[in-house]
């Protein structure tokens, strides 16, 4: 039985707590040498109750802690803990006073006193690193350290996923994953959570530590290898009922929101003739670009229904393809882009949601099941690594959630898997023979021979594992959620779930409440309804309509009203609504400005304002958009949510408009997103004379003639250039107020659109809103010629020239090198610009400092000020004082003096 850690501190000074979670389970780890004389080094004391720890645990053990007791960059920078520096060093001789010559206190930088101790030849059973969580400072002290690590030797690092540095180049998890990847092969991992846990392995015992070169720096970039799309697998299951139905989902959860794995592979396995999914879920798997792949599996454990996952996981791998392979199970779905970042790793899940069938050690009744297992896969039981279930967070002998695996192809992970299943099987290890559970799963309840070998497929991976020596990364707790156990308290912050498993709780019937549909959970905006749209999962799924030519484009399309603010758009947009074209669900509400409405999506607008911000811009930039952060893993947080909303607002509308003139600026990017969601961009690009838009914008917001002229160009410019790959067609504002039939007729004709309603049964409605009147601010050509620049004037002839004569290579030539110059001018006006902007911030800094400084100045003069005033009244109005000028008043009464 585990000792009362609790006694072990009693009466010591001690002001901060960072480890005594571990403690049960470095003492699962730790038990086999704990009657041992063991070597023990810590890096990193503080007050001691790391070391307290190690004396009390193991009685025999020699400890030598290194510290300088003077705090690192951390304990300065929160002041928390700058205040307890004082005192530290007091604290740690006091606490550790009674263990006497047990322990060897090192007072230096641990640079210094690693080197000293490797001259000395100084040899260590265990390792723990807890000094300066700064990267390079983590590495080093690993890199001098491990020399003198013996053979079987373990070595703890702590805080490994800790965030407290803003940089990831400066935190911990970057220094121990370059000093892992240095030394693969030559340890065996243990436990890998918020510590890292590893086992030396391959060193002679008598060998002679050699002295280290010095550590090489750590690079600037994370060594751990994030695959790239055309580098990773999705495989799945797809079978007929209720699986067919997740796996529709799943795939097309991955195509919306898997990010940059949004177009990897996917296999749906289908492993059995007699469960073949429906002719229309087949159709709709190729129109998502989904691999069906028919297989005939003679399981060896049939009535064992994920023996199927097993056996077609062996068989994805034993097959060519990319190199890493994701395992999925069916009854989940991918909300934002996954982290199957491997490293040095040779696979990457998340643990078991709960204890199950798991071993917590020595006394647990299903210990001795997992040592025949050992026993029967060839595997130590003490190097399998430990744990924590994801739900209550217990610590157990390795256990892998089989929901989300990703594992390196060469590694023949689940060949291995399949191997040590077939032989438990034959072996007939069931570990619930006698009490099989009930189990409510994705597929209905399960009970009896169905579950007898339940848990087995995760144990068997484990095994394949250890007995590899293969490490298994553990994913964040954001990846293969388990929302059946949802509670507020512990879960991970909503907005950054990424997977999540849902088990029964989307199908149709299920009695147990849905978090994400009745609020509880609240996930970013466009995946509720995304979801809502597709629920709830029913066995038979209605017909969707094969593409018999996978090569030709998809059917639907999205019509991209590209135009500068004030030029029209909202009009344009009214007019296609009113043709059929599908508008948002969730439009801004008309206003004073727009008084028949923007027709734009409030959602979308949002989320491009967030966009333009996160680039460093705004909707009244006129500067160019750095195309390489719209590139930049920064900015596929906005990708994802554009994409949510996108399916949230027009679900599965063949034909639907996106109206926001910002969409000018990042044509590229909203064209990708589309093209994710296999959806045909057309744009409508409407024009008016720039002079106009400029008195609107001046009217509206304000803004200057001379910067809305620019934010015109900017805006028409790119939306001209970017929109050339795209069917497209110029609308002039003033004709289309004429005559819209015509044009609509033309853009009908350009881009290949058949408008739902036709023009004749659309009149009346478009005739309330599109009038004259709407036509505020009017500009001639000749008012433009006089108060407009030339670069400004030219374009809007060439564009006009475009809308009236039809487009041509000599047209886009002058408008590129138009843009080129802009472009250039940018270049150069806005880094004056930004550099005045920087002046004058720096101006109202200076002033709002001294207003400040003053202000306090001011506050100090009216409290000495009124101190005065208060000792002065409290002084008249005391006895002293009265006794004092008695003489006084006296003197001042004339009848006294009469007297």
């Not at 210094?112 to 969580?133: K, P």
């Not at 798997?285 to 003679?298: C, F, M």
């Not at 999962?537 to 209605?542: K, T, V, Y």
């Not at 100090?860 to 004092?884: E, G, T």
Request: aromatic share 8%; hydrophobic share 40%.
């Amino acid at each position: 039985m585990d000792p009362d850690y609790s006694a072990w501190f009693a009466g010591k000074s001690l002001s901060t707590d960072w480890t005594s979670g571990f403690f049960p389970l470095w003492a699962t780890l730790l038990r086999p040498r704990r009657d041992e004389a063991l070597d023990v080094l810590e890096i990193g004391s503080w007050e001691g109750r790391s070391a307290l720890f190690f004396l009390n645990y193991f009685g025999k053990c020699r400890l030598t802690c290194i510290d300088t007791f003077g705090g690192s960059p951390e304990h300065i920078q929160r002041q928390k803990w700058s205040d307890q520096l004082a005192h530290v060093e007091q604290r740690f001789d006091s606490n550790l006073a009674a263990f006497g010559e047990r322990v060897e206190k090192i007072k230096s930088p641990s640079s210094q006193a690693l080197a000293r101790l490797i001259t000395d030849e100084r040899r260590f059973d265990l390792v723990y690193v807890d000094g300066s969580h700064h990267s390079a400072d983590v590495q080093s002290d690993a890199v001098f350290s491990w020399p003198m690590v013996r053979d079987g030797g373990i070595v703890i690092f702590d805080d490994y996923e800790w965030t407290f540095f803003a940089s990831e180049v400066e935190r911990p998890k970057l220094g121990i994953d370059s000093f892992l990847s240095v030394h693969a092969g030559q340890y065996r991992e243990l436990y890998r959570g918020e510590q890292i846990i590893i086992q030396k392995i391959g060193v002679g015992r008598n060998e002679r530590p050699a002295v280290p070169t010095r550590p090489s720096p750590v690079p600037r970039e994370e060594p751990v290898n994030r695959p790239q799309a055309e580098n990773v697998e999705f495989v799945l299951i797809a079978e007929a009922g209720i699986l067919e139905a997740q796996a529709l989902l799943l795939c097309e959860s991955i195509r919306c929101f898997a990010g940059s794995y949004s177009q990897s592979p996917i296999t749906a396995v289908s492993p059995r003739s007699s469960r073949r999914p429906s002719p229309s879920t087949i159709d709709r798997l190729e129109q998502l670009g989904v691999d069906y792949l028919p297989i005939e599996i003679d399981s060896c454990c049939p009535q064992y229904g994920t023996s199927y996952r097993i056996h077609s996981l062996a068989h994805a791998e034993r097959r060519t393809g990319p190199p890493v392979i994701i395992q999925l199970d069916s009854d989940a779905i991918f909300i934002a882009e996954p982290d199957f970042s491997l490293g040095t790793c040779s696979a990457a899940a998340r643990p078991v949601d709960s204890k199950g069938m798991c071993t917590t050690g020595p006394g647990d009744p299903f210990d001795p099941y997992w040592r025949q297992l050992c026993a029967l896969a060839g595997v130590d039981y003490e190097h399998l690594p430990i744990v924590r279930t994801s739900v209550n967070g217990l610590a157990v002998r390795a256990s892998y959630n089989g929901g989300l695996i990703a594992a390196k192809r060469a590694s023949g992970l689940f060949q291995r898997t399949e191997d040590i299943f077939r032989r438990l099987v034959d072996a007939n290890m069931k570990p619930w023979a006698g009490a099989e559970p009930v189990y409510n799963t994705g597929t209905g309840i399960l009970q009896g021979d169905a579950t007898a070998f339940w848990g087995t497929s995760q144990a068997a991976f484990s095994l394949a594992a250890v007995a590899g020596n293969h490490s298994v990364r553990l994913l964040p707790a954001t990846h293969n959620f388990p929302l059946h156990n949802f509670n507020p308290a512990k879960a991970p912050d909503p907005a950054r779930l990424v997977h999540i498993h849902y088990h029964g709780l989307f199908n149709e019937g299920s009695a147990t409440a849905n978090p994400i549909l009745d609020g509880t959970l609240a996930l970013p905006a466009g995946i509720r309804e995304w979801l809502e749209a597709r629920l709830p999962l029913r066995e038979a799924q209605p017909p969707v309509a094969s593409i018999p030519d996978r090569a030709r484009h998809s059917r639907r399309k999205a019509i991209l009203v590209l135009g500068m603010h004030r030029s029209g758009t909202s009009m344009l947009a009214g007019t296609i609504a009113a043709l059929g074209s599908a508008p948002p669900k969730k439009p801004l509400r008309a206003d004073g400005n727009n008084p028949r409405g923007y027709w734009e999506s409030a959602p979308l607008n949002f989320a491009n304002n967030d966009l333009l911000a996160a680039a460093a811009s705004s909707w009244h930039d006129w500067r160019p958009l750095d195309p390489q952060w719209l590139r930049s893993p920064a900015a596929e947080h906005h990708r994802h949510k554009i994409k949510a909303i996108l399916a949230s607002e027009f679900g599965d509308e063949p034909l639907f408009f996106i109206k926001d003139p910002r969409i000018c600026r990042f044509v590229p990017f909203m064209s990708s997103i589309l093209a994710e969601m296999q959806i045909d961009p057309v744009a409508l690009l409407p024009l008016r004379n720039p002079l106009e838009v400029a008195c609107s914008l001046e009217r509206r917001d304000g803004l200057p003639l001379a910067k809305s002229l620019l934010l015109w160009l900017r805006h028409v410019l790119e939306a001209e250039f970017h929109s050339r790959h795209m069917p497209r067609c110029f609308i002039r504002h003033e004709r289309f107020l004429i005559d819209w039939r015509h044009h609509v007729d033309l853009a009908a004709e350009k881009t290949a659109i058949t408008w739902p309603t036709p023009s004749d049964k659309a009149e009346t409605e478009i005739g309330r809103f599109l009038t004259a009147d709407l036509h505020h601010q009017r500009a001639t050509v000749m008012e433009l010629r006089s108060d407009v620049t030339p670069l400004i004037r030219t374009a809007y002839d060439i564009l006009c020239t475009m809308a009236d004569d039809g487009d041509s290579q000599e047209l886009r030539d002058e408008l590129d090198l138009m843009r080129a110059k802009f472009d250039d001018a940018c270049d150069v006006v806005g880094a004056a610009v930004a550099a005045e902007a920087d002046h004058l911030r720096g101006e109202r800094d200076a002033i709002s400092r001294a207003y400040q400084e003053l202000s306090l100045e001011r506050n100090a003069l009216v409290h000495d000020r009124n101190r005065l005033v208060s000792k002065r009244a409290a002084l008249l109005a005391s006895s002293s004082w009265r006794r004092l000028t008695a003489p006084l008043r006296w003197m001042r009464s004339p009848s006294k003096r009469r007297k």
